[in-house]
């Protein structure tokens, strides 16, 4: 029974929640005052530490050097912001700066026509950025301006490796099988995964169509919604038959991506399992879950090379963290990013470890890491970045191939399913 | 409310001193009823409409298109959201989970927090002490409670490790990864959250039943079971009649739990109609498909709660909306 009064509303209250965006997005006032200065809100997901003190040391540092600008920081729990961004977007007041992922899903909101076009603001600096940039712009048209890349690899516990008498890390599928076998004849869970929150099942289609397709099929099937090209079927099967070999821990449908110490990040923290397949937040995250130091327990390897693929076995999944412009004050808005993206501050995201990646060179070499200096050097020598399915499609897509990939490691659903999905939603 | 208006107004016109003829008085009484009632009701009235009647409306429309939250209503589809989501084996599937949880929620909780609520009526040693400890889990927020289960159901966990302490270790399931034993296990926290609240609403119940009643009953000499079954029961049917009320509301709406426990999944075995349209409204940016959920949720509980309060609550809320019951 549930009887908390405030139950009662959630029919009404969800359908409140779709309405009156406006109310829920508004700020009030366009942010130009009388006395020449303007104010930009500022919508950011660092609510941690250290970040939230590296966006607000910029920002004060920004507003000191531009005395005619105010900026608004507003920083925003991760989870929420997504459910905040698309009410804000459409009313009359969105944030002038917020975090996007790019991709897709920058290009749906994009349709809210409230996103800015800021190419001829950001075209003398955002080469400096390298291809990151490139996720950020739609059509040929910059939107936005990332502060981070991230690749997804597995991350492993070098101790539970030698435990199990495994030498070398695993570079190909067969290779990743044995590996498997022998930590489980050592007794230990080969692979957590976090079943329960979806998206982290969605990283082995996504890695293995990586894998499957070469660059163009799969550039263009993301481009285009429509994964019927045979090579993504081939990767479904290959998420079949992976789940077939049982590498991963007991229940792992059930099992939260990042809360506590029974979620898949705290097991390999805490050594109740040996590897995960994750992005490069990930080790940050691990951290955060255990008091043992796991710098010298935590290694890392690239998603192995599938027999037969067609794409790069050089290439991989990733992305990217950033912020788009809206179009109140887009010139303000690309002159702040720019700032965001100078190399103190990137150097600084680097050393607080927030950023395993950063987008600019020069910051790069304050990572001292070995790990995590081999997995940007795994980003900078990569063929081509393959950006996570679910940001690269538009939004209703991306969330369905989440849902049908987790219904494959649920064991229902057929290696063609998971195109089948995106094509419904599409 | 009738009272204390005649009495207001009985008042003002003593305090007026003259009490004039008919006519101007009683008209100025009438005006000022309606300032009362303007003031009393009007806030309350602009609340609900605003955030509950005008979103309702809009949601009807949005309802009627294929709309992904951004940009200008233009896809007008008709009622293809609502045969689309009717006809999704998973929002089918959804409904049936709601109902899984209206039923063993009648089936189990309303009878155990009735026999809790007896025996922690009766003379017994720690009576107080009993009554807060099955309270205290309704105290907690659902996200809460929903967290801390969560960690406690994870394989070789706390469940797990006490189930086995208590050498019972062949009953431990894979409580959220099974499709098959999921929906037991959301039910078993979610009556671990509620029965409290049933319990304390029944001993309050059972507070109205007269002891002359049951006294009586004993000198006639009718057995403590008779007394509870013909006596306390039917005395206790007004609190049943509302308890049943909210626990259906309750289960029909059920979100929080779910959606920090589960997600809805594996592959939507624990859906509720609720989760299926945060998952459709907000992560995948349907707000049009989204918006249609909404309304058939909404049609549901609001078709349900006007019957039982027409044929069920009739004679415990007199006047309400059933019009006055002879």
Known sequence: MNTRSTRKYVAAGAVALMSLGALSGCSGGDGDSADGTTTLTFWHNGTTEPIQSIWQDAVDE??????????????????????????????????????????????????????????????????????AADNWAVDGVQHGVPYASQVVGFWYRTDLFAQAGITSTPTTLDELNDTVDKLKAAGIAPI??????????????????????????????????????????????????????????????????????????????????????????????????????????????????????????????????????????AEECADFLEFLSNDDIQSELVESQVVAIPVKEAAAATITDPVMKSVYDFNTEAAYIATYFDVALPTAAGSALNDAVANLFAGKGTAESVAEAVKAAE | MSTITAVVTRDVTTAAGSPSPQGAPRRRSHLRKR??????????????????????????????????????????????????????????????????????????????????????????????????????????????????????????????????????????????????????????????????????????????????LREAAQIDGATGWQTTRLIVLPLLGPTIRIWVFLSIIGSLQLFDLVWIMTLGGPAGASTTMASYLIDRGFRRYEFGFGSAVAIILFAICFVFALFYQRFALRRDTQGAITGRVE
């Not at chain 2, 205290?136 to 289960?149: D, G, H, K, N, Q």
């Open chain 1, 62 to 131: 920004y507003e000191k050097a531009n005395p005619d600008i105010t900026i608004d920081v507003v920083p925003i729990q991760n989870e929420d912001i997504d459910t905040k961004i698309p009410l804000a977007l459409s009313s009359d007041s969105p944030p002038d700066i917020y975090f996007s992922r790019g991709g897709g899903q920058l290009a749906t909101q994009a349709q809210s026509g409230q996103i800015a076009d800021i190419t001829e603001y950001t075209s003398d600096w955002i080469g400096d950025l390298g291809k």
């Open chain 2, 35 to 212: 300032l009362e009632l303007a003031l009393l009701l009007g806030p309350a009235t602009l609340l609900f409409v605003t955030f509950v009647f005008l979103p309702l409306v809009a949601a009807a429309y949005y309802s009627l298109f294929d709309w992904n939250g951004f940009g200008p209503l233009v896809d007008f589809v008709g009622l293809d959201n609502y045969t689309k989501a009717l006809g999704d084996p998973l929002f089918q599937g959804a409904i049936s989970h709601n109902l899984f949880i209206v039923i063993a929620s009648l089936v189990v909780q309303l009878p155990l927090s009735i026999a809790l609520a007896l025996l922690l009526n009766g003379k017994i040693k720690g009576r107080t002490a009993l009554r807060l400890l099955v309270f205290a889990p309704y105290v907690l927020s659902e996200a809460v409670t929903a967290v801390i289960w969560l960690s406690l159901l994870q394989p070789n966990g706390v469940v797990d490790g006490l189930l086995e302490g208590a050498g019972l270790g062949g009953l431990v399931q894979l409580w959220l990864a099974d499709q098959n034993i999921v929906m037991l296990t959301l039910f078993a926290v979610i009556t671990w959250k509620y029965i409290g609240f049933g319990i304390i609403l029944f001993l309050a119940g059972l507070q109205g039943v007269p002891e002359e």
């Open chain 1, 192 to 329: 957590a995964v976090g079943g329960k929150d979806r998206w982290p099942d969605a990283f082995y289609y996504n890695s293995f169509a990586v894998r499957e397709c070469g660059e163009d099929v799969l550039k263009k099937g993301l481009a285009e919604g429509d994964l019927s090209d045979e090579c993504f079927t081939k990767a479904g099967q290959d998420v079949i038959d992976f789940i077939a070999t049982e590498p991963f821990q007991e229940g792992f449908n059930g099992t939260p991506a990042q809360q506590g110490a029974g979620s898949s990040a705290g097991l390999v923290a805490n050594g109740g399992a040996a590897m995960e397949l994750q992005g490069t937040w990930h080790k940050s995250v691990m951290q955060g879950l255990t008091d043992t130091d796991l710098d010298p327990l935590v290694g890392w390897f690239p998603f192995p090379e599938v027999d037969g693929g067609e794409g790069d076995p050089s290439a991989t999944l990733g992305g990217g963290d950033g912020f788009a412009c809206t179009q109140k004050h």
